[in-house]
Each structure stands twice: as C-alpha cells, then as structure tokens.
C-alpha cells in the first residue's frame, strides 16, 4: 500500500484505508437492504467521483436493482447565485419512483442541493441520499442525508473515486492533503 502520493504541487498522505472503507459501506447497505425491500429503486451514480463507491455499494444491495449513471455540468449563472449545475444522461422516467443518489462526498452541500432541486422536478415518489463522505463543518446547505458512510474533517482528500485535477481516483484508499 503506498503511504503518500504526489500530485502536482501537493503531497497527500493515508488518511483511511480501505478496509474502513468497505465495513463503512457495509453498514450503509445494510441499512438500504432494510429500506428499499420491495421499491423497485433506481440508483443514480454521479459520475465521475462516485464510479469506485457506487460499484462496491451496488455489491451489497440484495434487491433486483436499477442503475443510472449521471454528470452535472457546471456552467455560470445569470443570478448571483455563481455557479449552477445542471444534471444529464438520465434518460429514465423517475415519477413515482423511489430514487438513491450516490455520491462520493457532500462538501458545502451546493452540488447535492441542486441535483435534488432537478430530480425534483420530475416528480419522483421519494429522493434518498447516499454519500460516501460528508464534510459536516463545510455543510451550509440544508440537505437530507440519508445514508453517510464517513464522516471528515474538512481536509482536502484524494483516491477511491475522488480527484486533484483529474489524478488520484484510482487508490483504493483515500489520502488527504499534507499541509
Ligand atoms: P459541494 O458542492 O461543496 O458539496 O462539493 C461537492 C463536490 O466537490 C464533490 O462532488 C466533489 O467533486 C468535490 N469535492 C469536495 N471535496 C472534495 C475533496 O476533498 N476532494 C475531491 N473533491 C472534492
Ligand atoms: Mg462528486
């Protein structure tokens, strides 16, 4: 297991292993196991961040399950409001279903925020959220957090998923930034 990755200007070192990874997401799934029996869910992966904890998550969930894979493409606002997301690639009718987003981390919670505020609008039954991290001191955003593997400091991390610059997301474990 590599200790400590370089990425450009930053140095990173391990921060949770992927052993502590897995029994987090065994615990998730076991809830979701518990909940979803029964409710034809449709999980929706944010790509690109998600690909390494959705393909694990989905190995555990018991249930006949359907996915769909999706990006949000950032683009400035008119409103002062800066930066808005807009969510595509899900072609799937989602009204009245009971849908599971799985993301790789809630930071301030704007991403999460607006991918809700989208699916939303297409009447869906019930939105879960599945994450695999969440920064709790970054939150600002009130949003609903369903099923939270781990729990971070507000440290900038890389691996499993997550990227600097497009590197790191293929470590199976997860380093954070030296300072
Ligand atoms: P939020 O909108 O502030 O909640 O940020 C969410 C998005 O920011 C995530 O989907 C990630 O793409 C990215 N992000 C937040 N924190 C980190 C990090 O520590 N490492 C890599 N990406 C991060
Ligand atoms: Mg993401």
């Known amino acids: 297991m590599t200790k ?16 502590t990874i897995e029994e987090a997401i065994d615990r998730i799934a076991a809830d979701m196991n518990k909940d979803l029996e029964g409710k034809n869910p449709l999980f929706i992966c944010v790509l690109n961040g998600s690909f390494m904890f959705a393909s694990d998550l989905m190995k555990r969930i018991h249930t006949p399950a359907e996915m769909s894979f999706v990006k949000l493409s950032s683009y400035e606002g008119l409103a002062s409001s800066g930066n808005v997301k807009e969510v595509f690639g899900l072609k799937e009718d989602i009204t009245d279903r009971t849908v599971v987003i799985i993301e790789d981390i809630i930071d301030t919670g704007n991403t999460m925020k607006a991918m809700i505020e989208q699916l939303a609008k297409r009447n869906p039954k019930e939105i ?21 593997a781990l729990r971070i400091p507000s440290d900038f991390i890389i691996g499993y998923g997550l990227d600097y610059d497009g590197r790191g997301r293929n470590y199976p474990d997860i380093y954070k930034v030296k300072n």
């Open 4 to 19: 400590t990755v370089k990425i450009k200007d930053k140095e990173f070192e391990l921060f949770i292993n992927q052993k």
């Open 128 to 148: 879960l959220v599945s994450t695999l991290l969440l920064k709790p001191d970054a939150l600002v955003n009130d949003v609903p957090l369903d099923y939270v």
